[in-house]
């Protein structure tokens, strides 16, 4: 047994022998889906600059703000599918291992997963709010063919449900991450870099309250000297189909 076999035995022990269990994940987990990361070596901001989602920019010029969301977002990131990392967690709720997703990510897919219980810490790219009447929808209910899109209920502009650059985040998810980070036992830890405030606190916060953090990484990230007990190095979908074995869940 070599030593990240050891310590995925390790990982699937504890988390067996827990209460409760939250997964706190970051874009690394939807790498291998095809989405890059926002930010680092090949991040999409890297390539483009974020002002297009920036709150005052797309008020200031929705059409153009429009344009590039419905480029990036939906013509090119909205093909993307869940992968086995993904999998691994919905089957660790539905095995009673698991008792929430906390994610970072704005891509549906812990739910395309089949994860039930995921609290969206920055909001969800496959719904649009309107900017008046609040009203959500699906964005396959919304023709995105002439941008910027109106709401068909009060005719205001429509803006994707994720959080942009100068928004606070929603109260709901929020004050969820903070209760999972004062009651659960064990904090899974997979894709996240910590680098990303406020959210990168609720892990810390885990810890404080004495949970057990577990963290799944192709390399170090700002979490694992300073709060990770069991440090999984590797590709997501590798270091969790390795842990679903171990826990008997595939």
Known sequence: MNNLDAKIQEAATVLMNSKS??????????????????????GLWTKYNPEFIGI?????????????????????????????????LAGMEQNNLLSAVITQNIDNMHQE????????????S????????????????VDLSTLPPYCPK????????????GEAIPREPYTASVDLAQTSEV??????????????Q????????????????????????KVTDIFLQGKATEVMNSLGKALQIV
């Not at 690394?28 to 990361?37: A, L, N, Q, R, W």
């Not at 089949?114 to 969800?124: I, K, L």
């Not at 904090?187 to 990168?200: L, Q």
């Open 56 to 88: 005052d920019y797309f008020f200031k010029d929705p059409e153009k703000s429009w344009t590039r969301i419905k480029d990036i977002f939906y013509d090119f990131l909205g093909k993307a599918k869940p992968n086995l990392a993904h999998q691994i």
């Open 154 to 165: 009060c005719d205001h502009l429509l803006k994707p449900d994720f959080i942009f650059f």
């Open 187 to 200: 904090f899974i830890v997979i894709g996240s870099t910590g680098e990303v405030m406020p959210a990168c």
């Open 113 to 124: 997963a089949g994860s039930v219980v995921v609290h969206e810490f920055h909001g969800n």
């Open 21 to 42: 269990n939250t997964a706190f994940t970051g874009a690394g987990i939807s790498v291998e889906s095809g989405i890059p990361p926002f930010r680092g070596k090949g």
């Open 202 to 225: 609720i892990p810390v916060f885990a810890k404080s309250n004495g949970a057990t953090i577990i963290e799944v990484n192709t390399e170090k990230s700002n979490f694992t000297d």
């Open 126 to 141: 496959k719904y649009l709010v309107c900017t008046d009447c609040d009203a959500r929808y699906s964005v396959r209910e």
